[in-house]
């Protein structure tokens, strides 16, 4: 029991900040996501990568979360892929770089 509220107690001094342009939209304690992720696993899956379509960009911070860390690394690289699939397509929709025009 005291493993379980020390991860609760862990999970609430560390957040997911989600940002869109540079701005902080929403701060999330790890444990408000986890119990989220319970009763909706495929929904808020779904939500947070369409929301990296959007713009969104993901980051843990807390004590026990490093600004550098391979976890939000992994986010920033999702973000970026994410962005430059946008981009391929818009430039393609457009007919950019597009040989099967000539």
């Known amino acids: 029991?005291?493993?379980i509220g020390g991860w609760i107690e862990k999970g609430l001094k560390n957040y997911l900040d989600?940002?869109?342009?540079?701005?902080?939209?929403i701060s999330i304690p790890i444990t408000v996501l986890v119990?989220?992720?319970?009763?909706?696993?495929?929904l808020m899956t779904v939500a947070l990568?369409?929301?990296?379509f959007f713009g969104f960009?993901?980051?843990?911070?807390g004590p026990n979360c490093k600004k550098d860390s391979k976890v939000n690394q992994v986010l920033n690289q999702a973000s970026d892929t994410c962005n430059n699939v946008k981009e391929d397509f818009k430039r393609g929709y457009n007919g950019e770089n597009n040989d099967t025009n000539n």
Not at 35 to 42: A, E, M, R, V
Not at 57 to 61: G, K, L, S
Request: glycine content about 0%.
């Open 1 to 3: 029991l005291r493993t």
């Open 18 to 25: 989600v940002y869109r342009d540079e701005e902080c939209v």
């Open 35 to 42: 119990l989220l992720f319970i009763p909706f696993f495929w």
């Open 49 to 52: 990568i369409v929301f990296l």
């Open 57 to 61: 960009r993901y980051e843990f911070r």
